[in-house]
Nanobody, 123 residues
């Protein structure tokens, strides 16, 4: 079993930056590909970024490419999402997700989910 706990959300002005963290506990976290998804009010949960188990490869949604960076520190069992040049449309609840095996890009690819952290970008 794997437990995921997000932190770092908050209120930020447009153009600002924020770093989200996802603490992973339970079974060996380094065996899991990790990802961030987000869900804005009234919308479906969308893929944001994913990273391979060793951090060697990462993938991004077009909407965040060049602005967001996903990374991980397996020694600390933590995954990060560095968000820069934030826009009002980035406002959402951000969820950390994990799976054993290769990267995935859809909700059904992931077995483990955190409870989410709210990010609000004021324009």
């Amino acid at each position: 079993q794997v437990q995921l706990v997000e932190s770092g959300g908050g209120l930020v002005q447009a153009g600002g930056s924020l770093r989200l963290s996802c603490a992973v506990s339970g079974r060996t976290s380094s065996l899991y590909s990790m990802a961030w998804f987000r869900q804005a009010p009234g919308k479906v949960r969308d893929f944001v970024a994913a990273i391979s188990w060793n951090g060697g490869s990462s993938y991004y949604a077009d909407s965040v490419k060049g602005r967001f960076t996903i990374s991980r520190e397996n020694a600390k069992n933590t995954v990060y999402l560095q968000m820069s040049s934030l826009k009002a449309e980035d406002t959402a609840v951000y969820y950390c997700a994990g799976r054993r095996g290769g990267n995935g890009y859809t909700l059904s690819d992931y077995n483990y989910w955190g409870q989410g952290t709210q990010v609000t970008v004021s324009s």
